[in-house]
RNA sequence: GGUCCCAUCGUCUAGUGGCCUAGGACAUCACCCUCUCAAGGUGGAGGCACGGGUUCGAAUCCCGUUGGGACUGCCA
């Protein structure tokens, strides 16, 4: 039959990239076998769950292509099942009533031998009530085994567990019952997750099949387990939401792709056999397997994201690149838009001159970010960098002399990039200068900075008016 | 503290007993190319945590040590 795996998040902040992983993953894996992908968001604790952070968790998903073929469903809306596995558990004498508070147990803690809860109520057989919690009879011997898809076998002592809380005294059954009850539920085969659930996982095996067992339940087969490796921060501690810059939502932002993000989310904890990094969505899909996952920790590495995603921007078809970079450069005429905004204005701002634009930067570019940055002066007053200023033209004669002659050559030159091209060098060698030396002043005058796109091609494309105009300004600017 | 997991260049990884003088990618360094910056090309430096076994042979198997991590909630 085939898998059906799910996604479960709890909406209670941005969408995480260990979620993104996880959820990949899952994705991954229902795509490659054919399975289903369910979505299932895990909103009980009303504490911290906010509708926004709900919302943000389906548009990050949607942005990265993670399609989901079930759901979302939400498990407040099934918290009747819940409540149903409980009773069944507990008329069958897996649960029982407890009324220890924290502070009895952590005091009857302190001289056991054991940690946690020691069982004190279990045979006590008190009456429920609003002031017991039901916990779970963990068997006193035997031992629980994961079978983990990834890492083999994994023994567990029961005797290390506690008689753990199942049911608050409000009633609300807590969380490792009620996942649990819930794939059973939508009948999950596969559970795929982050090996921080590990060492929870007994817990839940005792229960399912504590479950299978009761009358009037019906018996579900266990879920074969995959535990995926954690990833980590430089301090190789699990990625906190708190520390790490972790949202998905802020790469966006920033201008990464979703295919770029999604290859490197891959490669993290994954690699496919064939030994490539660049690995389009379909290999991905194709070539994924669970029994091929690594099995320790990975670094979140921003720096081999950013590089991945640069060769996904350079290559990109330009009509696709120049549609991709619109939330940056236009966002009035985008749907989605990112936080900082580009220097120009609607009105400044050009299509058509983007548009020819776009080819000198695209293969210079990291991220979509940096295009505003890089294509400023194009469409407003250029930003000048008083450094370079300082450099080539305001203390430098050679540079000023350079501005002056090319006003001169430029102003009766057949206005292309490259008889612009060979007039700089030409102008430079009557002064000595190689052409490194000679642009060097007029880019500063015309872009404001001494990087950026080629600048024969960007003198062209911006025409002799305006150039001539800012060679001026830049000479005007010397004896001010 | 207890339980469990993990351990190959700085990072992500390939490696499943001989193909390993340990391969690739990112980062880094040098050089080349070049109108700047990138990109690209060439080359360099850099790793099997340690100690015992098993074996003709170990990065690969076993044991131990050390180190790191996760979990240990009436959160999910």
Not at 31 to 42: D, K, M, N, S, Y
């Given at each position: 039959m085939?898998?059906r795996?799910?996604?479960?998040?709890?909406?209670t902040?941005?969408?995480?990239?260990?979620?993104?992983?996880?959820?990949?993953f899952?994705?991954?894996y229902a795509?490659?076998?054919?399975?289903?992908?369910?979505?299932?968001?895990?909103d009980?604790?009303?504490?911290?769950?906010?509708?926004?952070?709900?919302?943000?968790?389906?548009?990050?998903?949607?942005?990265?292509?993670?399609?989901?073929?079930?759901?979302?469903?939400?498990?407040s809306?099934?918290i009747?099942?819940?409540?149903?596995?409980?009773?069944?558990?507990?008329?069958a004498?897996?649960?029982?009533?407890?009324?220890?508070t924290?502070e009895?147990?952590?005091?009857?803690?302190?001289d056991?031998?054991?940690?946690?809860?020691?069982?004190?109520?279990?045979?006590?057989?008190?009456?429920?009530?609003?002031?017991?919690?039901?916990?779970?009879?963990?068997?006193?011997?035997?031992?629980?085994?994961?079978?983990?898809?990834?890492?083999?076998?994994?023994?567990?002592?029961?005797?290390?567990?506690?008689?753990?809380?199942?049911?608050?005294?409000n009633?609300?059954?807590?969380?490792?019952?009620?996942?649990?009850?819930?794939?059973?539920?939508?009948?999950?085969?596969?559970?795929?997750?982050?090996?921080?659930?590990?060492?929870?996982?007994?817990k839940?095996?005792?229960?399912?099949?504590?479950?299978?067992?009761?009358?009037g339940v019906?018996?579900?087969?266990?879920?074969?387990?995959?535990?995926?490796p954690?990833?980590?921060?430089?301090?190789?501690?699990?990625?906190?939401?708190?520390?790490d810059?972790?949202?998905?939502?802020?790469?966006?932002?920033?201008?990464?792709?979703p295919?770029?993000?999604?290859?490197?989310?891959?490669?993290?904890?994954w690699?496919?056999?064939?030994?490539?990094?660049?690995?389009?969505?379909?290999?991905?899909?194709?070539?994924?397997?669970?029994?091929?996952?690594?099995?320790?920790?990975?670094?979140?590495?921003?720096?081999?994201?950013?590089?991945?995603n640069?060769?996904?921007?350079?290559?990109?078809?330009?009509?696709?690149?120049?549609e991709?970079?619109?939330p940056?450069?236009?966002?009035?005429?985008?749907?989605?838009?990112?936080?900082t905004?580009?220097?120009?204005?609607?009105?400044?701002?050009d299509?058509?001159?983007?548009?020819r634009v776009?080819?000198?930067?695209?293969?210079?570019?990291t991220?979509?970010?940096?295009?505003?940055a890089?294509?400023?002066?194009?469409?407003?007053?250029?930003t000048?960098?008083e450094?370079?200023?300082?450099?080539?033209?305001?203390?430098?004669?050679?540079?000023?002399t350079?501005?002056?002659?090319?006003?001169?050559?430029?102003?009766?030159?057949?206005?292309?990039?490259t008889t612009?091209?060979e007039?700089?060098?030409?102008l430079?060698e009557?002064?000595g200068?190689?052409l490194?030396?000679?642009?060097?002043?007029?880019r500063?005058a015309?872009?404001?900075?001494?990087v950026?796109?080629?600048?024969f091609?960007?003198?062209?494309?911006?025409?002799?008016?305006?150039?001539?105009?800012?060679?001026?300004?830049?000479?005007?600017?010397?004896?001010?």
């Open positions: 085939a898998p795996v799910r996604f479960a998040p709890s909406p902040g941005f969408f995480h990239v260990g979620s993104a992983r996880t959820s990949l899952n994705w991954l795509r490659h076998t054919g399975g289903t992908f369910v979505l299932r968001i895990e009980t604790d009303t504490e911290r769950n906010r509708d926004e952070w709900q919302a943000g968790i389906l548009s990050a998903m949607d942005w990265l292509g993670l399609s989901y073929d079930e759901g979302p469903y939400l498990q809306s099934l009747g099942d819940h409540t149903a596995a409980a009773e069944a558990l507990y008329d004498g897996h649960l029982y009533a407890c009324d220890c924290r009895a147990i952590d005091e009857r803690k302190k056991a031998a054991k940690p946690g809860y020691d069982g004190f109520c279990r045979d006590r057989g008190l009456p429920r009530s609003s002031q017991t919690a039901l916990r779970f009879a963990v068997p006193r011997d035997g031992e629980t085994v994961v079978h983990d898809v990834i890492r083999g076998d994994v023994t567990f002592a029961n005797v290390n567990y506690e008689d753990f809380v199942v049911v608050r005294p009633g609300v059954v807590l969380y490792p019952l009620a996942n649990l009850v819930d794939d059973r539920s939508i009948r999950i085969s596969d559970v795929i997750r982050g090996e921080d659930l590990l060492p929870t996982t007994p839940q095996i005792m229960m399912w099949e504590a479950l299978n067992n009761c009358a019906e018996a579900v087969p266990l879920p074969r387990y995959a535990h995926l954690m990833l980590v921060n430089e301090q190789r501690k699990k990625l906190s939401k708190r520390k810059p972790v949202a998905v939502e802020s790469y966006r932002d920033q201008g990464y792709l295919e770029a993000f999604v290859n490197y989310l891959a490669l993290l904890g690699s496919p056999r064939s030994g490539e990094e660049l690995v389009s969505r379909d290999v991905l899909v194709e070539q994924f397997a669970l029994e091929d996952v690594s099995h320790s920790p990975a670094f979140f590495d921003v720096k081999k994201l950013t590089h991945l640069g060769e996904y921007l350079r290559a990109m078809p330009l009509e696709t690149f120049i991709a970079a619109r940056w450069v236009a966002p009035w005429s985008s749907s989605w838009r990112p936080t905004p580009p220097p120009w204005s609607e009105r400044e701002f299509e058509d001159l983007f548009a776009a080819p000198l930067v695209q293969e210079r570019l991220t979509l970010g940096e295009v505003p890089m294509v400023g002066f194009f469409f407003t007053e250029v000048l960098d450094a370079a200023f300082e450099k080539t033209i305001g203390s430098d004669p050679l540079g000023q350079m501005l002056a002659v090319a006003i001169e050559r430029f102003g009766g030159l057949t206005w292309s990039a612009l091209h007039a700089t060098a030409e430079g009557a002064l200068l190689a490194r030396k000679a642009q060097a002043p007029i500063c015309v872009t404001g900075t001494l950026g796109p080629p600048l091609e960007s003198l062209e494309i911006l025409g002799r008016e305006t150039v001539l105009t800012r060679l001026h300004d830049a000479l005007a600017r010397v004896s001010a």
